[in-house]
């Protein structure tokens, strides 16, 4: 306590909020993982204490302190000792943070920090005549920050300090939140509460959350952040819009984190009084040259701009008769001498297009492979449709080898139970990055597209759409921390573990006692398949209510664009169900490797996870456990709900190691996940009984309501809701 009192006061800009939560009540979770609270194990705490007595932190740029102040809160709160800061001791049991031209230079020999890379650092015990020191060094000061938050991971997760030997360079460049936040501060998709950027008072009022959202991404090694939602509104790019992006990009400089926005095509037409966005217009070019220089001369390190255009109602090139090409590249064009990125969205469907909407991205963009300018990247979501509990990895991933393709993640659960259902997401992360694509032959990873590896791109990035909101533990579930956490982990490497993340995450945020980790880190590993189980079994999808995307609503088939109706992907009838996807059908899988083409065509090797995304198969069809399918189908809703039964009772037998408040705050969560899973099932398995006309199977549970009833539920006001000013 007195450490945290000492630091309010000398640290109030940068960190009270974090430290004056982390004193009165640890149990809101708005300081996330970064919760120093005093290491409670005594061996280990003494240890610690013996080995860093002091701490030799050389330079003063605004990034270097705001490494002591972290060592300031991490080794003060940790070790409940005062940090002494001093010069190098000869005596070692010291903690040296220093850039490697700055290190003593009895030190120096102990490293070789060739590719190294701006990022990268290195971590190391060092035993220097007959001393001993823990040394985090780096070229730049960024790796430096990033070092000192893995030391301070490295103590939160009670791991030895003897024979530390890291090296950490990031697999991919760009890697960035993506914010769907309007100007009006909702969040398109956001189910914990409005958006964090208050534009009405910026740029003369700095919110703490700024700083501690800067901090938060910097300690899992996020550099960018797209502040605006793809759907984007052009007053962005106005001079008063535009000082307020400026005073957040110098809340975010030290901690390496680029500001990017959402540029809106028609922007030349709305905001700069022209009468036409026509790419190849040279009013509209030199329109974009202009702007870029204006944002440039206010934020010399911004990003870029993210684009999202000709998609869902979005003004965008082919409006003029042109290319997505021409678009990215006029853009790109303009942001070139500044060293600026254009990520373009691959995210494109047309409502003049009537093929298999899983199909016209890749139909879109293969063909301008090789085509667009060095400084694009095209964002490619994980799957053809659009964020489903589960979906086959994207066909563009290996399929455009001269041009970058950047990972679209969603972090936010649009369609994985919004903010209410634990859903640990790094397991789907996970799944994708490994699934072979086949490209290159076996073991062509999404990972490897997606860090450049497989083609050496210049390039490589990964984005995650945010699920942060100003909700006080900022993410709604405390567990939809652990996806922001994970996202991060992952895109530094994507070859990282989800087992490994929910470690981690569980250790910083609640507790290093095994008996608390080892069960609930299995809850959340499991979670992954609970939800695909009880929304979208055996390869279903796209089956939610419409609009809002909350619940089930298999039955809708009313809107105008065929491909926005449940029954569009389900294609259930009197003699089956799904989507075939095989030559006999749309032959979407003719976009993949021919290796991955067959594996998914030949029902004997299709995984049943996929079955119904790529086949229409009858009722009575014979799965690989001998049942019919149609019970199959019934079989997975029950084990989807009982999946979550267990989750209560694990949480339940958490009671010791978690306090009241979250734990609380959890087990009501998963109070309302049991019953939307059983909502789930029932809706789903009344309706599709209507073509199979089966008796449900024996072992599942019967529905508690007819399905008329589950038809009648309306929720004018779920959240997340896109809003109808475009
Ligand atoms: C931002 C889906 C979502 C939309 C989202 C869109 C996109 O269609 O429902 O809310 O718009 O994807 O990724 O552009």
């Not at 609270?37 to 030799?56: C, G, M, P």
């Not at 879109?364 to 489903?388: H, R, S, T, W, Y």
């Amino acid at each position: 306590m007195r450490q945290s009192i000492k630091l309010k006061v000398r640290y109030f800009f940068g960190f009270f909020l974090f430290v004056s939560i982390a004193s009165f009540s640890m149990s809101n979770g708005y300081e996330l993982w970064l919760n120093y609270t005093k290491i409670s194990d005594e061996a280990t705490l003494l240890k610690y204490r013996s080995t860093i007595q002091t701490v030799f932190l050389e330079g003063t740029s605004e990034t270097q302190s705001v490494i002591k102040n972290e060592l300031e809160m991490g080794l003060g709160g940790l070790l409940d000792t005062e940090v002494v800061f001093q010069g190098f001791n000869k005596g070692g049991n010291q903690l040296i943070v220093s850039k490697y031209n700055d290190l003593p230079q009895e030190l120096k020999s102990s490293f070789i920090m060739d590719g190294l890379s701006k990022e990268g650092y290195k971590i190391k015990t060092i035993e220097s005549n007959g001393a001993s020191f823990v040394v985090v060094t780096a070229n730049e000061d960024i790796g430096l920050l990033y070092g000192t938050y893995n030391f301070l991971r490295l103590l939160q997760t009670h791991s030895a300090l003897e024979n530390v030997d890291i090296t950490e360079i990031p697999k991919v460049d760009v890697r960035v939140l993506n914010h769907w936040d309007n100007l009006d501060r909702t969040i398109e998709r956001g189910f914990a509460g409005f958006s964090i950027w208050n534009w009405h008072t910026l740029p003369g009022y700095i919110d703490q959350r700024y700083i501690d959202y800067a901090r938060a991404n910097a300690s899992v090694g996020i550099n960018g952040t797209v502040l605006t939602n793809v759907n984007a509104n052009a007053l962005i790019l106005t001079p008063q819009y535009l000082e307020k992006v400026k005073a957040l990009a110098e809340v975010f400089r030290p901690y390496g984190i680029k500001v990017y926005l959402t540029a809106r095509f028609s922007a030349p037409i709305e905001i700069g009084g022209l009468e036409t966005a026509d790419p190849l217009d040279a009013d509209v070019i030199q329109w974009w040259k202009d702007k870029a220089k204006e944002i440039y001369t206010m934020i010399p390190d911004f990003g870029g701009f993210v684009v999202k255009a000709n998609s869902e109602g979005q003004p965008g090139p082919q409006n003029y008769g042109r290319s997505h090409l021409d678009g990215a590249n006029l853009m790109a064009n303009a942001l070139e001498p500044f060293g600026g990125l254009v990520i373009w969205r691959a995210f494109v469907y047309s409502e003049h297009d009537p093929t298999d909407r899983a199909k016209q991205a890749y139909s879109e963009f293969v063909p301008e492979d090789g085509k667009f300018m060095d400084n694009v990247l095209l964002q490619v979501k994980n799957g053809a449709i659009d964020f489903q509990p589960r979906e086959p990895f994207h066909p563009l991933f290996g399929a455009m080898p001269k041009t970058p393709l950047m990972m679209e993640f969603q972090i936010t659960k649009e369609y994985l139970g919004f903010a209410t259902h634990l859903v640990f997401l790094p397991k789907l992360y996970e799944e994708v990055l490994q699934s072979d694509t086949y490209r290159k032959g076996k073991g062509s990873t999404v990972a490897k597209v997606i860090d450049g590896s497989l083609n050496n791109k210049k390039v490589s990035g990964m984005a995650g759409v945010s699920n942060v909101g100003n909700d006080i533990n900022w993410t709604g579930h405390p567990f939809g921390q652990a996806d922001w956490y994970g996202f991060g982990r992952l895109a530094w490497n994507p070859y990282m573990t989800a087992e490994d993340i929910a470690d981690e995450w569980l250790r910083l945020t609640f507790s290093n006692d095994e008996k608390f980790v080892e069960p609930v880190k299995q809850m959340m590993i499991e979670s992954r398949e609970a939800v695909v189980n009880y929304m979208n079994p055996l390869g279903l999808h796209h089956i939610f209510d419409t609009g809002h995307h909350y619940g089930p609503g298999p039955w809708v088939g009313n809107l105008s664009r065929p491909e926005w109706n449940p029954v569009y992907y389900h294609k259930a009838d009197s003699e089956g169900v799904g989507f075939d996807r095989t030559k006999t059908g749309s032959n979407a899988l003719s976009q993949y490797a021919p290796e991955v083409e067959k594996m998914f065509t030949d029902l004997k090797t299709c995984p049943e996870e996929y079955l119904l995304w790529f086949h229409h198969l009858p009722w009575d069809y014979t799965l690989k456990n001998g049942r019919t399918l149609w019970d199959g189908l019934g079989l997975k809703y029950q084990e989807g709900v009982d999946e979550v039964r267990d989750m209560i009772k694990t949480w339940e037998a958490m009671k010791p190691y978690v306090d009241d408040a979250r734990h609380h705050q959890v087990s009501m969560l998963l109070d309302i996940q049991l019953e939307e899973a059983i909502w789930w099932k029932d809706a789903c398995m009344l309706y599709f009984q209507t073509f199979s006309k089966m008796e449900f199977p024996r072992e599942m549970e019967k529905p508690e309501h007819t399905l008329d009833y589950y038809k009648s539920l309306k929720f004018p006001f779920a959240p997340g809701i896109r809003p109808r000013w475009d």
